[in-house]
């Protein structure tokens, strides 16, 4: 369970503060997918990196599972972090290297050599045929959905995800969507959803918070996920969409 409890977060700018978070009180349940929406500087991106304590909160606290990781030693923070997964915007791939050892990076910083974990990642991502590719090589989709794989390689019980498809068109969009409610659906993964993109919130989220000037103007109920349907290629998807 994520816990806010009335946090604040102001960031010094100059002679003066910004307050990017103002107050918020929200809880997200074990193995819920939550959307955060808002506009440009609304706070978004602020209150993910409180979670994974990126940030932490110039007021207020922050709980995962009951524990305050701002009261922890950095070594028990870097351990706490593990159960944190992150997705980004632009994917964050690293250029020279292949599909495999992009998603083997995040075992190799904590000294682990698992090419089974790895593989069974991409294979549940469906990209293992492309593992010995390079990123210039894959779509955008197909970049995002290694991305993927590379943070549930260390089996996050929390995966961040922040506008994992606004670089993407509406085919890869809906792809990258399937596979996060799979994600949800096979390792009951608890899933944060940064997005401006309201129709992907209403597609896959259990709730959404609305977030104003940095503080939770709303949090509503969205209706339930369509059922989960994974594509072989665009053509079937295409095809079903036409019919």
């Known amino acids: 369970m994520i816990e806010f409890r009335h946090v604040t977060k102001t960031f010094s700018q ?18 819920e997918m939550v959307g955060v929406v808002g506009e440009s500087g609304s706070g978004k ?25 701002a009261a922890l030693p950095a070594r028990q923070q870097r351990i706490r972090r593990r159960g944190i997964g992150m997705v980004f915007q632009q994917f964050n791939l690293l250029a020279n290297s292949t599909v495999h050892d992009n998603v083997a990076m995040p075992l190799r910083l904590q000294r682990r ?12 991502v469906k990209m293992s045929r492309h593992r010995d590719k390079h990123p210039s090589q894959l779509s955008g989709g197909e970049k995002q959905r290694v991305a993927i794989a590379r943070a549930l ?26 596979t996060l409610r799979e994600v949800r659906e096979r390792f009951d993964t608890t899933i944060v959803l940064v997005s401006h993109e ?12 609305v977030l104003e000037e940095g503080r939770l103007a709303a949090l509503t109920e ?15 998807r295409a095809r079903e969409f036409l019919a």
């Open 153 to 178: 390689a260390t089996r996050p019980r929390i995966l961040l995800c922040d506008e994992p498809t606004s670089a993407l068109d509406s085919g890869h969009s809906e792809e990258v969507m399937a």
């Open 198 to 209: 309201l129709d992907v919130i209403k597609s896959s989220c259990d709730r959404a918070a």
């Open 113 to 124: 050599r698992d090419s089974e974990t790895v593989m069974q990642m991409l294979d549940f």
């Open 14 to 31: 100059g002679r003066s503060a910004v307050t990017a978070l103002d107050g918020v009180d929200l809880t997200i349940g074990d193995h």
């Open 45 to 69: 991106s602020t209150l993910l990196r409180l979670i994974n304590h990126l940030e932490a909160p110039t007021s207020g606290t922050v709980l995962i599972d009951g524990e305050d990781l």
């Open 222 to 236: 969205v209706s339930p996920p369509p059922p989960l349907r994974r594509y072989d290629s665009y053509a079937e």
